[in-house]
């Protein structure tokens, strides 16, 4: 059973910058995914990686979030800069497409000055 578990979340102003980490228990050779969810509003994807680091954004965060993975360390890493206050969510990753099981508790992202 794969575990995936984030890290990295935070309190940070308007302008600012985090790094998130999903530690995989297992290999996951598949594309992974950083994937967000605001309050009152439904789970939505970030970004995503392939094995090979290529990689894709949402138009929200493109120009702002870079998403790479250390495959021999089963971590996928989420740089966020210019932090605005809409990027407030509970932050989680996951393979993409997403697989049920594979959700984790996330970790919250919180913009405000």
């Known amino acids: 059973q794969v575990q995936l578990v984030e890290s990295g979340g935070g309190l940070v102003q308007p302008g600012g910058s985090l790094r998130l980490s999903c530690s995989s228990s297992?290999?996951?050779?598949?594309?992974l995914g950083w994937y967000r969810q605001a309050p009152g509003k439904e789970r939505e994807l970030v970004a995503r990686i392939t094995y090979g680091g290529y990689s894709n954004y949402a138009d929200s965060v493109k120009g702002r979030f870079t998403i790479s993975r250390d495959n021999a360390k089963n971590t996928v890493y989420l740089q966020m800069n210019s932090l605005k206050s809409e990027d407030t969510a509970v932050y989680y990753c996951?393979?993409?497409?997403?697989?049920?099981?594979?959700w984790g508790q996330g970790t919250q992202v919180t913009v405000s000055s």
């Open positions: 996951n393979r993409y497409p997403s697989y049920d099981p594979y």
């Open positions: 297992k290999t996951i050779l598949s594309e």
